[in-house]
């Protein structure tokens, strides 16, 4: 079974630029998570999908991010116009809906972005 | 508010010593406990979690971890580490199944 896949692996641009990052969640997992490591510092929650809705956007750091579920598969985090402090590995993952099951959640290898 | 602490930022053991590290979270409720592991160039690997039941949990490449409500930590141990394991490990805490609060990671060195 394939796990959760992230596109692209790094991006390097500027400021003032978009960017649109992409997570594949494991097949059947309705539950959908972006996180993002700034720094070196903690990995922060951002957002929650329950298959095409938003559950939990209360981490999304402004209105610069925006990020869509259409057909409550795949998912994309888009920075409008991106910021020097928006650099750092953007996480995704995916877990099951339905008991203990839901609880765990499975993470991606991360999108890594250098804003310059 | 919940945090979870991971105090110690680098580790360094040798080869075959054994291996402890530390987290805590705060927060009055049990919470659903877990660590992951990242290995350079990796993604967040699940290494182990705890939900209930027995405090003492086996994870996968001879991890394991223990619960303690009264010291509210889960602290990672593995008996003896191998050069393989170094990489960077965080603790993860949810109350729901929603949101997870992460420590800000312990990298661990292993010597030779």
């Known amino acids: 079974e394939a796990g959760v896949t992230q596109f692209p692996s790094h991006s390097v641009i500027e400021k003032g630029q978009t960017v649109t990052l992409r997570c594949d969640p494991i097949s059947g997992h309705d539950n959908l998570y972006w996180y993002r490591r700034v720094m070196g510092k903690e990995i922060k929650f951002l957002l929650h999908f329950v298959k095409e809705s938003k559950q939990d956007e209360s981490g999304m750091p402004n209105n610069r991010f925006l990020a869509e579920r259409t057909g409550g598969t795949y998912s994309t985090l888009k920075v409008q116009p991106a910021e020097l402090e928006d650099s750092g590995v953007y996480f995704c993952a995916s877990s099951q809906v339905g008991g203990l099951a839901v609880k765990t959640q499975y993470f991606g290898p991360g999108t890594r972005l250098l804003v310059l | 508010a919940q945090s979870v602490t991971q105090p110690d930022i680098h580790i360094t053991v040798s080869e075959g010593a054994s291996l402890e590290l530390r987290c805590n979270y705060s927060?009055?409720?049990?919470?659903?406990l877990f660590w992951y592991v990242q290995s350079p160039g990796q993604g967040l690997q699940l290494l182990l979690k705890y939900f209930s039941g027995d405090t003492l949990v086996q994870g996968i490449k001879g991890f394991e971890a223990e619960f303690k409500r009264s010291q509210s930590s889960f602290n990672l141990r593995k008996p003896s580490v191998h050069w393989s394991d170094a990489a960077e490990y965080f603790c993860?805490?949810?109350?729901?199944?929603?949101?997870?609060?992460f420590g800000s990671g312990t990298k661990l060195n292993v010597k030779p």
């Open positions: 927060y009055g409720a049990t919470p659903y």
């Open positions: 993860a805490v949810g109350y729901n199944f929603n949101k997870f609060y």
